[in-house]
């Protein structure tokens, strides 16, 4: 059974940074793609940062690009975002997300990912 736990969360002020790290186990992840994504109250969760286990490919949302960098550690099975200068606006609850199968890409959809960590709540002030 997929496990995901997050962390690294927390309360920051713009301009800060934080970096998110999910853990994934009970499963060989070399040809998952791993995704972050994030849900603001009420908002629809929406797309952040994915990458592939195997290739390293990676993408982003618009709103996050050039401030946020996904990563992943292949011998600890742990996915990282790195996010740097934050915004208010980045204030949501941060999922990380698993998705089998993907050969060496990365998706961006929701529905593309079958497995879901319980979120890590991030959260800036102005």
């Known amino acids: 059974q997929v496990r995901l736990v997050e962390s690294g969360g927390g309360l920051v002020q713009a301009g800060g940074s934080l970096r998110l790290s999910c853990v994934a186990s009970?499963?060989?992840?070399?040809?998952?793609?791993m995704g972050w994504f994030r849900q603001a109250p009420g908002k629809e969760r929406e797309f952040v940062a994915a990458v592939n286990w195997s290739s390293g490919n990676s993408g982003y949302a618009d709103s996050v690009k050039g401030r946020f960098t996904i990563s992943r550690d292949n011998a600890k099975n742990t996915v990282f975002l790195q996010m740097n200068s934050l915004k208010p606006e980045d204030t949501a609850l941060y999922y990380c997300?698993?998705?089998?199968?993907?050969?060496?890409?990365?998706?961006?959809?929701?529905?593309?990912?079958?497995?879901w960590g319980q979120g890590t709540q991030v959260t800036v002030s102005s």
């Open positions: 997300a698993a998705a089998p199968y993907s050969g060496s890409f990365y998706y961006t959809l929701r529905r593309q990912y079958d497995y």
């Open positions: 009970g499963r060989t992840f070399s040809s998952y793609a």
